[in-house]
């Protein structure tokens, strides 16, 4: 096989067969890949543990699944334990008759089979199903300057920009293979070059965005760029808390979705610009002004997608990404007083809140628990987009505040404010 980068003897080996039939192949694969890149050299993943993005047991996906099969049989298996993105399915989340028998009989009807060739392959546990890995409740938190191999876009991003880690934005099965082999091609934002950023934003505003709208703009502006955000430290400080931690979560998952950002800096926030401040931008940087009359824009632009503009919303999602422990306490209280204010008991739109299986654990041992669900917000460990990703739900009304969400599905976006104005009100 003919190969540009230089390996050495021992990834040549392996190549060659040294570890089987199978290995070669997934070393071959990302030989092939890292070329595509232009690649120099191949490094070893560093961090303890990875993250696989395809968690959905569709029937559809039959590739997948014979080829976790091979995998395993020819013990192919991932060198570090790993977490994963979230089920689609949780008997707990509203649907109807009909869309229960579609997915559990027709579209993840292979969900428990695949779910065992995770465990096989790596899973870390049973509970390790979240896009929000790196919460403090689920453990999956990679150091600065560690070399991953993760795809799922929300997490590679967080890693990158809020950690200091080092990953680019793999796409699902090769973030699996450089887990199995232990190394990934060297190029993008495994190199210092490519954490450079190209784009300087300034943030002008007289208030504090909304995370996921100053996201989604970045985003759609910048594409797959890395961009410096000046200003937004004002509103969000410079110390990387719980609140600012959830605070870019979200954000930087609208960059990841509404464009293609795999890191960002804020100045005097992030790990690397707080070290090398402003000799991180690029000469000739572009630069993209951000005020109060820019995001209302972005919001404005955003196409709705419903046949009917005006109908009641049937179902609400917040949480994509998952919320963090903090976000759960936030929005509990904020629905609880919207609903005393407003003369009601229950929300009046079917919704529900999703966030990882351990931060659920410790969410229901705190007296909030009880309070949401006495307003009948549904706590679920579900993505909403796997739920929606389906022709009976396609049609469906749906309301959510993720960016993420509203870009791949037919959801319709408001922001955390207007979502709890909506939920706490009679509906119409
Ligand atoms: Fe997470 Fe699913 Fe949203 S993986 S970021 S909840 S689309």
Not at 110 to 121: E, N, V
Not at 181 to 187: A, E, I, L, N, R
Request: hydrophobic share 40%; charged share 25%; proline share 5%.
């Amino acid at each position: 096989m003919k190969y540009n980068m230089t390996l050495t003897a021992e990834e040549e080996a392996i190549l060659n067969g040294s570890q089987g039939e199978t290995m070669a192949k997934v070393m071959k694969t990302l030989v092939l890949y890292g070329d595509a890149f232009g690649a120099t050299k191949m490094v070893p993943v560093s961090s303890k543990m990875g993250h696989l993005v395809t968690s959905f047991g569709l029937k559809v996906m039959k590739p997948v699944y014979s080829l976790m099969d091979q995998l395993i049989e020819g013990g192919a298996l991932s060198k570090q334990k790993f977490s994963v993105d979230p089920k689609p399915l949780d008997p707990n989340v509203p649907a109807n008759f009909l869309q229960k028998l579609i997915f559990n009989k027709f579209m993840y009807s292979m969900q428990d089979s695949y779910d065992k060739q995770l465990a096989d392959m790596g899973l870390i546990d049973d509970k390790s199903y979240t896009c929000t890995c790196y919460m403090d409740e689920v453990g999956n938190i990679p150091e600065k300057g560690e070399i991953l191999s993760w795809a799922e876009s929300s997490a590679v991003v967080y890693a990158n920009s809020v950690l200091g880690a080092r990953c680019n934005r793999n796409s699902g099965i090769i973030e699996l293979f450089g887990s199995i082999v232990g190394k990934v091609p060297y190029f993008g934002l495994l190199t210092d070059e490519g954490r450079k950023a190209t784009w300087i934003v300034e943030v002008k505003t007289t208030k504090k965005p909304e995370a996921q709208i100053l996201g989604s703009a970045i985003g759609m502006k910048v594409m797959e760029d890395v961009p410096f955000v000046k200003g937004l430290d004002k509103w969000i400080g410079t110390e990387l808390d719980g609140d600012t931690k959830a605070y870019l979560k979200d954000f930087g998952a609208a960059t990841a979705s509404n464009g293609a950002v795999g890191l960002y800096h804020i100045e005097n926030l992030t790990p690397e610009a707080v070290e090398q401040g402003e000799s991180l931008v690029a000469e000739n940087a572009q630069v993209y002004v951000i005020d109060d009359a820019e995001l209302a824009r972005v919001q404005a632009n955003y196409p709705v997608m419903w046949k009917d503009k005006e109908a009641t919303p049937k179902l609400c999602f917040v949480g994509c990404p998952h919320l963090s422990h903090a976000q759960l306490i936030e929005w509990t209280d904020n629905v609880v007083e919207g609903l005393k204010k407003n003369g009601l008991k229950k929300v009046s739109i079917p919704t529900v809140f999703t966030a990882a299986p351990g931060v659920i654990e410790e969410f229901e041992k705190t007296p909030y628990a009880a309070k949401l669900k006495e307003t009948g917000v549904v706590l679920s460990y579900i993505c909403p987009l796997m739920y929606m990703n389906n022709p009976l739900c396609k049609s469906m009304p749906v309301i959510t505040n993720s960016n993420k969400l509203r870009t791949y599905t037919t959801s319709r976006y408001y922001r955390s404010d207007e979502i709890l104005d909506i939920i706490t009100k009679e509906a119409k």
